[in-house]
Antibody, heavy 120, light 108 residues
């Protein structure tokens, strides 16, 4: 069925790097804006980054700008998040989401998430 | 930056109506989306563009937005509706996605 599956999470030391992936299936990946959202333990949702269908337009939350890089490979139906200079406060479940085709950004289809833990 | 205040919690008895609000400066001018997150699960979209329902979402879920308040209304509340609910907008001034802080709905 239509789904998103995240991978690449794990335990990393402060200052380290990690690359998350999101594999899309059963829809035309290249037709949609995509978004990463995270949720720290016991807290609410925090938007991280979004990328246009072509990859030409990218948005970042202030908290990750300059440290994280979003990218996509439409031929592989995959979304990525390169995370550098990781901090303890980046510890969270990271969700990949497909955005609704209408105006603005509305994450309509979510993956199950992958856990990133930043700790020494 | 744009802030979307939500009440931390709402409690309702089964069969009653729950109303969850989302504040914001002139939020009535924005498109508001609502997500349900059951314990241990990923969020799921329940209302988009203020009042539209994705396929598979019961008609008991409805949304409205005007002035400085958007509202998610859940009629005939069931035990399975117990979850955290988040509102969300796209802030075109900052090019940021904004989430409300979330409201925990408890069904007594």
């Amino acid at each position: 069925q239509v789904q998103l599956v995240e991978s690449g999470g794990g335990l990393v030391k402060p200052g380290g790097s990690l690359r998350l992936s999101c594999a899309a299936s059963k829809f035309i990946f290249g037709d949609y804006y995509m978004t990463w959202i995270r949720q720290a333990p016991g807290t609410g949702l925090e938007w991280v980054s979004s990328i246009s269908d072509s990859g030409n337009t990218i948005y970042y939350a202030d908290s990750v700008k300059g440290r994280f890089t979003i990218s996509r490979d439409n031929a592989k139906s995959s979304l990525y998040l390169q995370m550098n200079s990781l901090r303890a406060e980046d510890t969270a479940v990271y969700y990949c989401a497909r955005n609704h085709g209408g105006g603005g950004l509305c994450p309509e289809l979510w993956g199950l998430g992958t856990l990133v833990t930043v700790s020494s | 930056s744009y802030v979307l205040p939500q009440p931390p919690s709402v409690t309702v008895a089964p069969g009653q109506t729950a109303r969850i609000t989302c504040g914001g400066d002139n939020i009535g001018r924005e498109s508001v989306h609502w997500y349900q997150q059951r314990p241990g699960q990923a969020p799921a979209l329940v209302i988009y563009y203020d009042s539209d329902r994705p396929s598979g979402i019961p008609e008991r879920f409805s949304g409205s937005s005007s002035g400085n308040t958007a509202t998610l209304t859940i009629s005939r509340v069931e035990a399975g509706d117990e979850a955290d609910y988040y509102c969300q907008v796209w802030d075109s001034n900052s090019d940021h996605v904004i989430f409300g802080g979330g409201t925990k709905l408890t069904v007594l």
